[in-house]
Each structure stands twice: as C-alpha cells, then as structure tokens.
C-alpha cells in the first residue's frame, strides 16, 4: 500500500440581515457602515460561509452544528475565534487548508478597498498565505433582499487535503 493525498472541495454559504446599531464585520476586519450585520455572534458573513467550506469539505457538518447559536459561548463572539476553531477542527481529522475562494454580496459599502486587509487578516487566522485566499465583492444590481440593502450574503469553496488517508 501506498500513501495518497486525500483532497477535497466544500462549498459553504450565508446570509446575515442589516440593522442599525451593530458593526460591520467581513472577512475579520471591522468596516464604517450605516449599518452591521445582526447574529448570535458578531455575524460576519464571510467568515461563515468560509467556515461552512472547511466543514463541508471535511464531512463535518456545518458552523451551526459545531457552534450553535443557542449558545452562551457564541453569544458575540469574534468570528475569527469560530475560524480558528473551525480549522482546528479539520486539523484534527488530519486535514489542512489548501486555498478558498470567496464572494461577498452587497450593494453598499463598497468592499474591494477592504480585499486587501481581509486576506492578511483570514492568512493569519487560517495559518496560510495570503495567495491561497481570493476574495471578490459583486452586487445583484438592486435585485432581491442583497439589492434592496436588508442583507448581505456570501459564498465560499475551500480546498483541503491530507496525505496518507
């Protein structure tokens, strides 16, 4: 018998609704807005659809399941943490993050001059380099919930593999 790299692909997506009074948090950095995302933790939405990724390529279920928000310990909790944790998580079934590529969707704030600061901030949580994170911002030109401004949501594929398995 030989060793063979197990690699897999996970798809992860989420959707968070935008009210007054709360911070903007994407993709681990905090960003001026009228308005931030409304969750059980601090709802970065980027962050989660990422999460769900790893999870889903792992065959580990979804952030819910590990991190559910009935939770005390979740309650506002820095998505970064639950990242953290979430890549701990794979680690442990002997999995390591390959690459991700991300899509957020949202009519307002811009985030293309935030892509910078959200990969350096996602690397050094994940433990990769910033080239193995994509991250690309599109709007639904004002169709549905994303176009009229009540939310925002975003998409995820993560790559991760194992040698050995």
């Known amino acids: 018998m030989f060793d063979i790299m197990d690699i897999r692909v996970g798809?992860?997506?989420d959707v968070h609704r935008l009210v007054a009074g709360r911070d903007l948090?994407?993709?681990?950095?905090?960003?001026e807005h009228t308005e931030g995302l409304l969750g059980h933790s601090d709802a970065d939405v980027l962050i989660h659809a990422i999460c769900d990724a790893l999870l889903g390529a792992a065959n580990m279920r979804d952030i819910g399941y590990h991190f559910p928000d009935t939770s005390a310990d979740t309650l506002n909790v820095d998505s970064k943490i639950l990242l953290r944790k979430t890549?701990?998580?794979i680690a442990g079934?002997?999995?390591s993050v390959g690459n991700i590529?991300?899509?957020v969707c949202a009519e307002r704030p811009k985030i293309n001059p935030h892509v910078p600061a959200?990969?350096?901030?996602?690397?050094?949580?994940i433990g990769i380099d910033e080239d193995r994170i994509s991250i690309k911002a599109t709007t639904t030109e004002r169709l549905g919930f994303t176009g009229r401004e009540e939310g925002m949501s975003a998409y995820a594929v993560a790559l991760i593999?194992?040698?050995?398995?």
């Open 11 to 13: 798809f992860g997506y």
């Open 93 to 95: 079934k002997g999995y």
């Open 118 to 125: 959200m990969k350096a901030c996602l690397a050094a949580v």
């Open 87 to 89: 890549v701990g998580l």
């Open 101 to 103: 590529d991300a899509t």
């Open 25 to 31: 948090w994407l993709g681990g950095v905090k960003i």
């Open 161 to 165: 593999s194992s040698a050995g398995k």
